[in-house]
């Protein structure tokens, strides 16, 4: 049973702290890793994918892959109040024609505080 | 309209209606995916349809029939639901082979079964 396990939260910080989200998974073999941030009622919006281990930057967002230790983190600089949301990490199953099944985790409630 | 789209956005339906979820891309995507997603749980991926065909079925039960006519559209049709099938109900397209490609969601239809 692949795993993708993420701390529910929720997280608070401060308006124009870092946040910092984790997330940890079970199979050694996933290549492929995204953060989606999900609003309360909507669906998720896809933000940031990576493959490589080390850091990717889009902006105020930096996501942080270590194969090794089998986790990817994602970074919020100068958070605002709108950043205030659920973020899901997904990994993927499975590769090849299949399509890319990712494996969710319950994601991060994040809040950021005026 | 662009990327993916759903309708009806919420349905209400009793235990012994039949009804149909649509879905339609316009990304020019070849691979398609229904989850489901529930209170407290994580995304659960359903059904995955490649170039038309079905490729995954993740355990759903019989009540929940898919329909994939082409790789723009995809149906989940629905019938004699229980009320703990009550959920969101999300779309997802992606392009096809590889594991580096990114799934992007339509808005989801809100079901409630009575």
């Known amino acids: 049973q692949k795993e993708v396990e993420q701390n529910s939260g929720p997280l608070s910080v401060p308006e124009g702290a870092i946040a910092s989200l984790n997330c940890t998974y079970s199979?050694?073999?996933?290549?492929?890793f995204f953060w989606y941030r999900q609003y309360s009622g909507k669906s998720p919006e896809l933000i940031m994918s990576?493959?490589?281990?080390g850091d990717k930057e889009d902006g105020r967002f930096t996501a942080q892959l270590n194969k090794a230790s089998q986790y990817v983190s994602l970074l919020i600089r100068d958070s605002q109040p709108s950043d205030s949301a659920t973020y899901l990490c997904?990994?993927?199953?499975?590769?090849?024609?299949?399509?890319?099944?990712?494996?969710f985790g319950g994601g991060t409630r994040l809040m950021v505080k005026p | 309209e662009t990327g993916v789209t759903q309708t009806p956005r919420h349905l209400v339906m009793g235990m012994t209606n039949k009804k149909s979820l649509k879905c339609e891309q316009h990304?020019?995507?070849?691979?398609m995916y229904w989850y489901k997603q529930s209170a407290k749980k994580p995304l659960e991926l359903m059904f995955v349809?490649?170039?038309?065909?079905?490729?995954e079925n993740n355990s759903v039960p019989s009540r929940f029939s898919p329909e994939c006519p082409n790789s723009s559209h995809l149906f989940l049709h629905l019938h004699t639901l229980q009320p703990e099938d009550s959920a969101l109900y999300l779309c997802?397209?992606?392009?096809?082979?590889?594991?580096?490609?990114?799934?992007?969601f339509g808005p989801g239809t809100r079901l409630t079964v009575l």
């Open positions: 199979d050694r073999g996933s290549q492929s």
């Open positions: 997802a397209s992606s392009h096809t082979s590889g594991i580096y490609n990114e799934q992007f």
């Open positions: 997904a990994v993927n199953g499975d590769g090849g024609n299949a399509g890319n099944m990712l494996t």
């Open positions: 990304l020019g995507h070849n691979a």
């Open positions: 990576i493959y490589s281990n």
């Open positions: 349809y490649n170039f038309k065909e079905q490729t």
